[in-house]
């Protein structure tokens, strides 16, 4: 029976984990998976998840399943963090949070549940995006639509954004990234935001909103600022929301998903919705990184320290970029590489072709996902010139 299954090839990004794990170049350079690294090119845990870790493993009295939406005191602790502590959302009652299996998990979750209860929307996604996205709602069978977000000149092209989202039939689904957009870092700034508030009000459209990267733009609350100006403005909304990145917590699967709506009865209805819908998908989350952050944002002290390491990862990457763009400048390249200054977040568009990524690859050691997209905290002082010399090498 399983005869005629064909050899798939690897996930466009994950798939760089093995081959780049191959590689005996001793000078290889990995950008590509959108895991952070320190100076060492190490990805750590983090100290406030050590400890909170160990808090857990002495206080906790069961491993007893957590039920479809997980454990409400994650749900409380993250409700503030990405809505904000005096959001009218949660005065009113209106928001359900599932805890998930990873940012993924909250966005398959999502899909199966519009799949179900809106067949007839279709999602708009932006030009580029995740890959990923394309297969979880694909895969789910929505119907799904592109919207154009990024220029050929590698900027970010917001008049032919906002043109595309005017054109959205009412009742259709947008997928925004709240911050730090994955692949190409370019943001909307405060003013965008507030025009991209508008369509949706004015045509009616639900939006989702993919907040993975919390913490790594500008920070915690300038970076919620999309999400919570959204929440504050619209009857409903969906926001998929991730620890992978902010906790270090990758492997341990932790996110949730929060759905808005328009009263808390109508939220309750979708709350029992999404119990089945997770059921039928995974049954109950995950709980181990979840408890991780519920001890944490419940702890003064542990998320002082939290917040400081955060800081610490985000500035880091901020150097990193800064430090790319002056070791490209030798190579009279017009500054084509200036923009990396302006995008936020762990990667950056850089603008190099499939061909030019490829040719990184197999003369250099040098790991980018195929759209050009790089990972700046896979950069160190010790492999900037070498990264700059080869980039500048392939152009
Ligand atoms: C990425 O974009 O590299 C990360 O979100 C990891 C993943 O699952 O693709």
Redesign the pocket.
């Known amino acids: 029976m399983f005869k005629k299954i064909p050899y798939a090839s690897g ?1 466009p ?2 798939g760089l984990i093995e081959t780049y794990n191959k590689d005996c170049n001793t000078q290889k350079v990995d950008l ?4 952070y690294r320190d100076h060492n090119g190490h990805t750590p845990i983090l100290e406030s998840v050590k400890k909170a870790e160990a808090n857990i493993l002495k206080n906790e009295k069961s491993k007893a399943y957590v039920g479809s939406h997980g454990d409400p005191v994650f749900a409380e602790s993250i409700l503030g963090l990405v809505l904000g502590n005096h959001s009218k959302v949660l005065l009113a009652n209106r928001s359900s949070v599932s805890q998930t299996p ?3 998990g909250a966005l398959k979750l999502a899909a199966d549940f519009i799949r179900a209860h809106l067949p007839e929307a279709s999602i708009w996604l932006p030009t580029p995006t ?3 996205h394309f297969s979880i709602f694909a895969g789910a069978g929505l119907t799904l639509h592109e919207y154009p977000y990024v220029s050929d000149e590698n900027s970010l092209d917001f008049d032919s954004m906002l043109l595309s989202l005017k054109n959205i039939p009412h009742g259709d689904i947008v997928l925004l990234h709240a911050c730090c957009h ?2 190409t870092g370019f943001d909307l700034s405060i003013e965008q935001w507030g025009l991209v508030r508008d369509v949706i009000l004015e045509k009616g459209l639900l939006p989702l909103i993919d907040f ?1 990267y919390q913490g790594f733009g500008e920070g915690l609350e300038p970076d919620a600022y999309g999400v919570r100006l959204l929440a504050d403005a619209l009857d409903e909304l969906l926001i998929t929301s ?1 620890y ?2 902010n906790f270090g917590l ?1 492997r341990e699967r932790t996110g949730a998903l929060i759905a808005i709506a328009s009263s808390h009865n109508k939220m309750q209805n979708i709350r029992t919705q999404l119990a089945i819908t997770a059921r039928h998908n995974y049954s109950s989350p995950p709980n181990h990184g979840s408890a991780i952050v519920a001890e944490v944002l419940g702890s003064q002290e542990l998320s002082a320290l939290w917040r400081h390491e955060l800081d610490g990862m985000r500035a880091r990457i901020v150097q990193m970029r800064h430090d790319f763009v002056e070791a490209m400048k030798p190579y009279k390249l017009n500054d084509r590489f200036s923009c990396v200054n302006e995008q936020q977040g ?2 950056s568009y850089t603008g190099l072709s499939a061909e030019q990524v490829l040719r990184l690859r197999e003369e250099f050691s040098i790991y980018m ?1 195929g759209s050009g ?1 790089a ?1 700046m905290s896979g950069l160190t002082k010790e492999n900037l010139s070498y990264v700059a010399k080869s980039v500048a090498s392939v152009i």
């Open positions: 996930d990004i994950l590509g998976v959108g895991v990873g940012g993924s995740w890959s990923n994955n692949p993975a991730s992978s990145k990758y762990m990667f996902v997209r990972n």
